[in-house]
């Protein structure tokens, strides 16, 4: 059974940080594209960051570049996501997803449908 568990959410306050992963099973990690979207109440589901696992190529939306950090381990079929310099407008919850070969920037931009979903994280910063 293809599995993606997220962990790492909480509550934390304006620029500080939370590191995310992602577990997976059930499939070829190193095949696979992981990604990170985010949903916050009344909102679209927004694709942020996404990973190729194979050949580690990233691709990041302008609201989160030089904040947050994707990266992948092979060894652990795990990727993270590393959150920094966090704001009240991030405040979701974030979902990680999987898809075979999937180009960074597409699957971050409306292709998530055709891949596997994590259960989410609750990510709250507030004062």
């Known amino acids: 059974e293809v599995q993606l568990v997220e962990s790492g959410g909480g509550l934390v306050r304006p620029g500080g940080s939370l590191r995310l992963s992602c577990t997976t099973s059930?499939?070829?990690?190193?095949?696979?594209?992981v990604g990170w979207f985010r949903q916050a109440p009344g909102k679209q589901r927004e694709g942020f960051s996404c990973?190729?696992?194979?050949?580690?190529?990233?691709w990041y939306a302008d609201s989160v570049k030089g904040r947050f950090t994707v990266s992948s381990d092979s060894a652990k079929n795990t990727v993270y996501l590393q959150m920094d310099n966090l704001r009240p407008e991030d405040s979701a919850v974030y979902y990680c997803?999987?898809?075979?070969?999937?180009?960074?920037?597409?699957?971050?931009?409306?292709?998530?449908?055709?891949?596997?979903w994590g259960q989410g994280t609750q990510v709250t910063v507030s004062s």
């Open positions: 997803g999987a898809l075979y070969r999937g180009a960074t920037y597409y699957y971050c931009n409306g292709y998530a449908g055709l891949g596997y």
């Open positions: 059930g499939f070829p990690f190193d095949d696979y594209t």
């Open positions: 990973i190729s696992n194979g050949d580690r190529n990233t």
